[in-house]
């Protein structure tokens, strides 16, 4: 029986006005806490433990029969593997169950009486169409406005950027290293398993017209055993998406296809297939690095969050055109070769505009032609009103090389903080990419002022190299949309 329509609903998957945890005990009590930190409604969170009387202060039922509601939202089921389809035959004898997350592990993944399981639960679930699924073997769901999440550590705050993972360790790593990292926040979250049931091209769809969500990234290991039509569906819903889609794949290897077999059971798809699948549509491809997925998302949230403060259409990079601006011949020369093998462009400043650039500063020491070799100018109004003079419409992505400042409170800190400042202001006018280089070291100096640079919404990548490749995707994604619509 097929259960998806055009587009699922998954509201109450991700804002559930009730919870139920079957069975409850201290090693799922992460779930709790988690709920415990979004602040969801504790009445309307139930367990149910034969064992414990209360966990973490909260009363649980014996049995589900005790539970005093007949409709649950979403229900956690966490069980032994050998009682997974009896306990959810009960549950559903009991209760009317709008959606479940299977955490249990150990079924497809694992062997073959892992698989049996999988399609007797696969066959209850057809059985019960008003009742959805993600999983098994899966870490479950986050969302800040539905007050749930499965960490207490994931951030209280909403953003603009979705996750569909296969793996729950991933997931909960690009939550935790991207919001430490560059301030992220997110929509939604979902830790999707092994697909019995709910398949990340729903997920898609949803996303696609989800008003909380910009961009959607998925870590995807393979299509279903269970589903042999689902990469025709997936493949119409990548061409089908309006919003950025950043795609990374685990499996790629002929050895990470093995290892994908026992991590969730998916069919992992040729490498042919993908490329072919990444060539017709707009779905931006990462490589199998999660560093730079979330380098990714950050550009990507940044740069749309700043066309939506102005109410404007989102505008990407159409050329690759780089200024650097720094105050060392080395690392300029070095920017200049790394920027270069990655296939952008440094026009060499020459004629009337290194005329002009030569006017506002005549140079000494350094370099005006591209990289901008600067030193000791730093403080100085000069230093706005050459980078300026050199940032038009034929530069597309401005990078600015720095170092952290030992007193941030000194007067010639803050004449630099205020050039950057301009600068960015400047950039930004003409719609172009600006990101500050503040290379990573054990500081508290450099921490405070990548702090102060964070939080006064700087783009700010520890290297040129991770700088560069996140702009591309940018203008990959830019490009591919032109041609495409």
Same mark, same amino acid.
């Given at each position: 029986? #097929?259960?998806?329509? #055009?587009?699922?609903?998954?509201?109450?998957?991700?804002?559930?006005?009730?919870?139920?945890?079957?069975?409850?005990?201290?090693?799922?009590?992460?779930?709790?806490?988690?709920?415990?930190?979004?602040?969801?409604?504790?009445?309307?969170?139930?367990?149910?433990?034969?064992?414990?009387?209360?966990?973490?202060?909260?009363?649980?039922?014996?049995?589900?029969?005790?539970?005093?509601?007949?409709?649950?939202?979403?229900?956690?089921?966490?069980?032994?593997?050998?009682?997974?389809?009896?306990?959810?035959?009960?549950?559903?004898?009991?209760?009317?169950?709008?959606?479940?997350?299977?955490?249990? $592990?150990?079924?497809?993944?694992?062997? #073959?009486? +892992?698989?049996?399981?999988? %399609?007797?639960?696969?066959?209850?679930?057809?059985?019960?169409?008003?009742?959805?699924?993600?999983?098994?073997?899966?870490?479950?769901?986050?969302?800040?406005?539905?007050?749930?999440?499965?960490?207490?550590?994931?951030?209280?705050?909403?953003?603009?950027?979705?996750?569909?993972?296969?793996?729950?360790?991933?997931?909960?790593? $690009?939550?935790?290293?991207?919001?430490?990292?560059?301030?992220?926040?997110?929509?939604?979250?979902?830790?999707? +398993?092994?697909?019995?049931?709910?398949?990340?091209?729903?997920?898609?769809?949803?996303?696609?017209?989800?008003?909380?969500?910009?961009?959607?990234?998925?870590?995807?290991? %393979?299509?279903?055993?269970?589903?042999?039509?689902?990469?025709?569906?997936? &493949?119409?819903?990548?061409?089908?998406?309006?919003?950025?889609?950043?795609?990374?794949?685990? %499996?790629?290897?002929?050895?990470?296809?093995?290892?994908?077999?026992?991590?969730?059971?998916?069919?992992?798809?040729?490498?042919?297939?993908?490329?072919?699948?990444?060539?017709?549509?707009?779905?931006?491809?990462?490589?199998?690095?999660?560093?730079?997925?979330?380098?990714?998302?950050?550009?990507?949230?940044?740069?749309?969050?700043?066309?939506?403060?102005?109410?404007?259409?989102?505008?990407?990079?159409?050329?690759?055109? $780089?200024?650097?601006?720094?105050?060392?011949?080395?690392?300029?020369?070095?920017?200049?070769?790394?920027?270069?093998?990655?296939?952008?462009?440094?026009?060499?400043?020459? %004629?009337?505009?290194?005329?002009?650039?030569?006017?506002?500063?005549?140079?000494?020491?350094?370099?005006?032609?591209?990289?901008?070799?600067?030193?000791?100018?730093?403080?100085?109004?000069?230093?706005?009103?050459?980078?300026?003079?050199? =940032?038009?419409?034929?530069?597309?992505?401005?990078?600015?090389?720095?170092?952290?400042?030992?007193?941030?409170?000194?007067?010639?800190?803050?004449?630099?903080?205020?050039?950057?400042? +301009? =600068?960015?202001?400047?950039?930004?006018?003409?719609?172009?990419?600006?990101?500050?280089?503040?290379?990573?070291?054990?500081?508290?100096?450099?921490?405070?002022?990548? $702090?102060?640079?964070?939080?006064? +919404?700087? &783009?700010?990548?520890?290297?040129?190299?991770?700088?560069?490749?996140?702009? &591309?995707?940018?203008?990959?994604?830019?490009?591919?949309?032109?041609?495409?619509?």
């Amino acid at each position: 029986m #097929e259960k998806r329509n #055009e587009v699922m609903s998954f509201e109450r998957l991700f804002k559930p006005k009730n919870v139920l945890i079957y069975k409850a005990d201290m090693k799922v009590s992460f779930f709790i806490e988690g709920f415990l930190r979004q602040g969801f409604n504790l009445e309307n969170l139930y367990l149910v433990s034969s064992k414990e009387d209360k966990l973490l202060g909260m009363k649980c039922y014996k049995s589900i029969e005790d539970v005093p509601i007949d409709t649950i939202d979403l229900l956690i089921l966490s069980v032994r593997r050998d009682i997974l389809v009896t306990s959810l035959i009960e549950i559903l004898s009991k209760k009317k169950i709008n959606f479940i997350h299977i955490f249990t $592990a150990g079924t497809g993944e694992f062997d #073959e009486e +892992g698989t049996k399981i999988e %399609g007797r639960i696969k066959k209850i679930l057809e059985d019960n169409p008003n009742t959805r699924s993600i999983g098994p073997n899966c870490m479950g769901l986050y969302c800040p406005q539905g007050k749930i999440a499965y960490y207490s550590s994931f951030p209280l705050e909403s953003g603009d950027i979705a996750l569909i993972f296969q793996s729950g360790d991933l997931h909960s790593k $690009a939550i935790k290293f991207g919001s430490r990292r560059y301030n992220l926040r997110f929509s939604k979250g979902v830790s999707i +398993g092994n697909c019995i049931d709910i398949q990340i091209s729903e997920l898609l769809e949803y996303f696609n017209k989800d008003m909380e969500t910009d961009i959607v990234s998925v870590y995807f290991e %393979g299509l279903s055993v269970l589903y042999k039509n689902e990469g025709k569906i997936l &493949l119409k819903v990548l061409k089908s998406m309006k919003k950025p889609v950043l795609f990374m794949r685990g %499996g790629k290897t002929e050895r990470g296809q093995k290892a994908v077999l026992t991590h969730t059971g998916s069919l992992a798809t040729k490498d042919s297939i993908w490329k072919a699948i990444f060539n017709q549509t707009p779905i931006i491809e990462v490589p199998p690095s999660l560093d730079e997925l979330i380098d990714y998302m950050y550009i990507f949230s940044k740069h749309i969050q700043r066309f939506k403060a102005l109410d404007r259409i989102v505008k990407y990079p159409t050329n690759k055109n $780089a200024l650097v601006i720094l105050w060392s011949g080395g690392f300029g020369i070095l920017a200049t070769d790394i920027l270069t093998e990655l296939g952008l462009n440094l026009p060499l400043f020459e %004629g009337t505009k290194l005329k002009k650039l030569n006017e506002i500063y005549p140079i000494k020491i350094g370099s005006l032609a591209n990289p901008l070799d600067v030193p000791w100018i730093v403080s100085s109004d000069i230093y706005l009103r050459v980078s300026k003079a050199a =940032i038009d419409d034929d530069i597309d992505f401005v990078i600015i090389v720095t170092d952290a400042w030992k007193d941030l409170e000194e007067e010639r800190f803050k004449n630099y903080y205020n050039n950057l400042v +301009g =600068i960015k202001a400047h950039t930004e006018s003409l719609d172009k990419i600006f990101v500050i280089i503040l290379p990573y070291y054990p500081s508290e100096s450099r921490k405070k002022f990548h $702090a102060k640079l964070i939080n006064d +919404g700087f &783009l700010v990548y520890p290297s040129i190299e991770r700088a560069a490749k996140s702009f &591309l995707k940018l203008y990959e994604y830019g490009k591919k949309r032109n041609i495409i619509v």
